[in-house]
């Protein structure tokens, strides 16, 4: 088996380019990760109705 990696099938021997030598997962950095601000020029101003929250709980 293998996974999708950027849109991309990779093949079992990639998984362990994820792994560190104690054969630990190593997680990329969220992409999704970013601030709505009130700032003037920021990226993700605020906007009634145009984010949505989702919470996992457990």
């Known amino acids: 088996m293998g ?3 950027d849109g991309r099938w990779e093949p079992n021997e990639t998984l362990s380019a994820l792994t560190n030598p104690k054969g630990e997962f190593i997680r ?3 992409v999704y990760r970013n601030r709505i601000e009130d700032a ?3 990226a993700h101003p605020p906007a009634e109705g145009r984010y949505h929250v989702f919470l996992a709980k457990g």
């Open 28 to 30: 990329a950095e969220s």
């Open 3 to 5: 996974l999708m990696i």
């Open 40 to 42: 003037e020029g920021a």
